[in-house]
């Protein structure tokens, strides 16, 4: 079943403004990864954040997670026509025994105008 | 370092064939897993691996299934196609496991008509 789901679904916006997504699960995690993917290639792992952590950064990119809410939200700023892609956030759930599934949202289109 | 490869890129089966796909992880990497991505189920987990045994499993039916080697290579092999397995099948690898970030390679993209 799919825990991970994104908000909004598609997101259209002008190079250089922000770009926010969100993502909301249904159970406890260890950690939430973000992706990102190019017209039905390969993933690319952007950022990881732990179960303790509140706010990660790397370049342009913030994630925050909020445990209590069991969401997530990616900000992207001074979008790119490049950030042009499908992002998906991944949940990583503790099962019996100690290992993990990932599971993954359906995603979200975002395409950056020139 | 090279990037987790993934052979072939493309291939069309027909109906009741059976089909193999292949994965060379990051060298290093011990976990390998598996996706089958479409359209109307999205991104969707099917196995990982890890020395050579199998540590989680999707929800998908046994004719989905697969095998890891010494080297860490791993492989997936469906049996009895079915239209609906015509997908982009995905493979990750990683140092130890699902709780750390995955390696993707380019996928397989396999039609089943």
């Known amino acids: 079943s799919q825990q991970g789901e994104e908000d909004p679904q598609a997101l259209s916006i002008q190079e250089g403004e922000n770009a926010t997504m969100n993502c909301s699960y249904k159970?406890?995690?260890?950690?939430l990864q973000w992706y990102r993917q190019n017209s039905g290639r390969g993933l690319v792992h952007l950022i990881l954040?732990?179960?303790?952590?509140r706010e990660k950064h790397s370049g342009r990119l913030r994630v925050t997670l909020d445990t209590s809410k069991k969401s997530s939200s990616l900000l992207i700023t001074a979008s790119r026509a490049a950030d042009t892609a499908s992002y998906f956030c991944?949940?990583?759930?503790?099962?019996?025994?100690?290992?993990?599934?990932?599971?993954f949202g359906k995603g979200i289109t975002l395409s950056v105008r020139p | 370092k090279a990037g987790v490869t993934q052979t072939p890129r493309y291939l069309i089966k027909t109906r009741g064939q059976q089909v193999t796909l292949s994965c060379s992880p990051i060298?290093?990497?011990?976990?390998v897993s598996w996706y089958q991505q479409t359209p109307g189920q999205g991104l969707q987990f099917l196995f990982e691996?890890?020395?050579?045994?199998?540590?989680n499993k999707g929800n998908f039916p046994g004719r989905f299934s697969g095998r890891q080697f010494s080297n860490s290579r791993s492989e997936m092999n469906v049996s009895t196609l079915e239209l609906g397995d015509s997908a982009l099948y995905l493979c990750?690898?990683?140092?130890?496991?699902?709780?750390?970030?995955?390696?993707f390679g380019p996928g397989t993209r396999l039609t089943v008509t």
């Open positions: 990750a690898s990683s140092w130890t496991g699902l709780s750390y970030e995955q390696y």
């Open positions: 159970t406890s995690i260890n950690n």
């Open positions: 954040i732990r179960s303790n952590e």
């Open positions: 991944a949940t990583d759930h503790p099962d019996t025994g100690a290992n993990s599934k990932l599971t």
């Open positions: 060298s290093g990497h011990r976990s």
């Open positions: 691996y890890f020395s050579e045994t199998q540590r």
